[in-house]
Each structure stands twice: as structure tokens, then as C-alpha cells.
């Protein structure tokens, strides 16, 4: 009864997580950080969660850069506009 609510309460607490635990088919990701790897299986699991965080900071990078652009477009799509009422 009890390991059945500590199963529930593994539950992900981000994207990247439920992404991790995806791509390694587990229940859930264990991180542990910063700590000696003991195993190549484990070795693998902090590989795969590093590539996926890489890529995942390259989306937001991304994500990022067109956000500014776009924020650019917008004020001077703006200014264009104030400039044609004051004409």
C-alpha cells in the first residue's frame, strides 16, 4: 500500500523530466548530479539526459531569437504606423 503511494507521488514535474524517462522507457528519471557515475547503464542515462537538455536549450535559444525579431518587427510596424498619422 505504501509503494503504492510513492509510485503516485513519482509523478513528472516538468517536460524535461517526462522527456528524460521517455527516451530511457522508466517509470522515472533519477537525477542525480554532480555525483560519480558507477555503471555504464547509468553513464548512458546521464548521456541521454544531457543530449536532451542540449536540445532543449537550443529550442529556447531559438524560440528566443524569434521572439526578439519579432518583438522588433512589431515596434516598427508601429512606428511606420504613428509616422503615416502624423503625415
Known sequence: MREDRMKNSMRHTSPEEEKISNHLG????????????????????????????????????KQLQDAYIRIRELKEARHNKQMELFE
Open 26 to 61: 522508466r517509470e522515472r528519471a533519477e537525477v542525480a548530479a554532480f555525483k560519480p557515475v558507477k555503471s555504464y547503464e547509468e553513464l548512458d542515462r546521464v548521456m541521454a539526459e544531457n543530449w536532451i537538455l542540449r536540445n532543449n536549450i537550443a529550442e529556447l535559444q
